[in-house]
């Protein structure tokens, strides 16, 4: 496949800036860190204007609105992207760190870390996400080729523009951040072969992006994001912690990943926890949750519409909770090996084998007892930051912080040994 002109530019652009970034000390990337977050809240306005004309356009296309929610740009949230970048500063230097070991015939081996070199990152209509993967990629010694979704065009070319020209302030490449077009699909499609200039993809969105990333790219990927998540509520449980629990996880953020898809109930405890739960889902302060429920849970709560086989598997990122009364943890654990994405999972059980049981027998990258799975995050994990939430169990899983934006390699020191 032939690339795009453009693309070849850009990606020749990269690999040089990764080559001038890698030998790059701590205190210049941070000084270009703290460059980004200075003018970005400068030309918070610029950027507020940007997002205005991107936020008019989609809800003239008719984006639902938990995708418009991820769309907007407030003054209070420029303020938290700008306070995350300096948080970022504040992060160890996740590059030159290692250990070091002497052979037997005096040979010193040091592995340490370095970053990977140019990573590209498809994602959708966050713009936030934009600067969060330009600091850490900074940080960690890694050029950033940028595919937005289109629907945040114009606030990611203010956005990029700003950061580029901070960086440059401070004395690093500018092409270290850089946009690539998003107005037509063959530039994602042509930033997943561009293995000559990018060394790994990460795709940051729903299932769709993610599954269509994995299945057409050629660059390595690691996979993030996808996130068909549960929450069993156990025979055992504490019915008050865990109305509590599944409420957070289900209303807080709709549409992220970690926010909870499917509940699966007891049926020793569905005919007292179900009514109570509908009825803070109906009535709660977070507006009112469409629950999908198996013929057993209809039982319980008659309003809730029927589940279909489809819903099992869809990550709706919206108000919707899909419900299944279960006969007991082999069920629920069956359902979940089904169905899950291995992003998060939880139990809510009073029971230290049934917790102790659930951790061991469930697959994903995070598995909670008496928690929402809402804290399936680089930030609450006190990671400081991360780059996406990886479901596969190469090279990195779970929340990815800087350690994760580094590989390794060998550095050997010897005085004239040879192999015998």
């Not at 029927?306 to 709706?316: G, I, M, N, R, V």
Request: with cysteine; glycine share 8%.
């Amino acid at each position: 496949m032939e690339l795009k002109p453009e693309l070849i530019t850009i990606g020749e652009q990269a690999k040089q800036a990764s080559r001038l970034l890698m030998p790059a000390g701590t205190a210049t990337k941070n000084a270009a860190l703290q460059n980004i977050a200075d003018t970005l809240q400068e030309h918070a306005q610029e950027i507020l204007d940007a997002n205005a004309i991107d936020m008019a356009n989609a809800e003239a296309k008719g984006l639902r609105k938990s995708l418009l929610t991820r769309l907007l740009l407030t003054p209070k949230q420029i303020d938290g992207i700008c306070e995350g970048v300096r948080d970022v500063i504040q992060l160890p230097d996740p590059v030159g760190r290692g250990e070091m070991w002497t052979r037997p015939n005096g040979l010193r081996i040091e592995k340490i870390s370095t970053p990977l070199g140019v990573i590209g990152i498809i994602y959708e209509a966050r713009p936030n996400v934009t600067v969060d993967a330009a600091a850490l990629c900074l940080k960690s010694g890694n050029a950033c080729l940028l595919r937005g979704g289109s629907e945040a065009a114009e606030s990611n070319k203010v956005l990029v523009r700003l950061i580029a020209e901070a960086i440059a302030a401070a004395g690093l490449p500018a092409a270290a951040v850089q946009l690539v077009p998003a107005g037509d699909r063959a530039y994602a499609e042509q930033l997943m072969r561009m293995n000559s200039y990018v060394d790994v993809i990460i795709p940051r969105g729903g299932a769709g992006l993610i599954q269509s990333v994995v299945a057409n790219a050629t660059v390595p990927v690691i996979e993030t994001g996808a996130g068909v998540c549960h929450t069993y509520v156990h025979g055992e449980a504490d019915l008050d912690k865990a109305l509590s629990i599944v409420y957070n996880a289900k209303t807080d953020k709709p549409g992220v990943c970690n926010a909870l898809e499917t509940l699966l109930v007891d049926e020793a405890v569905a005919a007292e926890f179900l009514p109570r739960l509908a009825h803070m889902l109906t009535n709660g302060d977070k507006g009112p949750v469409e629950m999908r429920a198996c013929p057993k849970t209809l039982v319980h709560i008659p309003d809730a519409r029927p589940a279909t086989a489809e819903d099992w598997q869809t990550e709706h990122n919206d108000m919707i909770l899909n419900m299944k009364t279960v006969a007991g943890m082999d069920e629920a654990l069956d359902h979940i090996y089904q169905y899950s994405t291995k992003h998060s999972e939880a139990i809510l059980t009073e029971s230290y084998p049934a917790a102790q049981r659930f951790l061991k027998e469930v697959d994903a990258a995070a598995v909670y007892v008496n928690a929402s799975i809402r804290f399936t995050d680089g930030n609450r994990f006190g990671f400081g930051a991360e780059i996406g939430i990886s479901t596969q169990k190469l090279h990195a899983r779970g929340p990815m912080g800087l350690p994760e934006l580094t590989t390794c390699k060998y550095l050997v020191y010897g005085e004239g040994q040879i192999v015998n």
